[in-house]
């Protein structure tokens, strides 16, 4: 089976900074996303990478998170800083099988995902 870990969550005073990881044990992924979900809400894209390089991000981190793919490890990572309270999430790494990647707004879509991490949680208070 497919797995993919995520790891490096933990809590941080507001302004701070944490970095993501999200480790695969398949080499074929190369569409990958990071989605969150807060408490009582809905689960959300925060960033993504496509087949050809391109990122995409949500416009509440567009400035602060910087998405990344490290193909010959295996693993996708999230930069964030200046976090702020509402970044405190359940944040989930996510992957599609094959070269073509959602684009447009698609990328936000839960569907057009293959697999999922276990998620690692982020507290910023």
């Known amino acids: 089976d497919v797995q993919l870990v995520e790891s490096g969550g933990g809590s941080v005073q507001p302004g701070g900074s944490l970095t993501l990881s999200c480790a695969a044990s398949d080499t074929t992924l190369h569409c990958m996303s990071w989605f969150r979900q807060a408490p009582g809400k809905e689960r959300e894209g925060v960033s993504a990478?496509?087949?050809?390089?391109?990122?995409s991000y949500a416009d509440s981190v567009k400035g602060r998170f910087t998405i990344s793919q490290d193909k010959a490890k295996n693993t996708l990572y999230l930069q964030m800083n200046s976090l702020k309270p509402e970044d405190t999430a359940m944040y989930y790494c996510?992957?599609?099988?094959?070269?073509?990647?959602?684009?447009?707004?698609?990328?936000?879509?839960?569907?057009?995902?293959?697999?999922w991490g276990q998620g690692t949680q982020v507290t910023v208070s």
């Open positions: 990478t496509d087949g050809d390089g391109r990122t």
């Open positions: 996510a992957a599609r099988v094959g070269f073509y990647c959602p684009t447009g707004s698609r990328w936000r879509a839960l569907g057009g995902y293959d697999y």
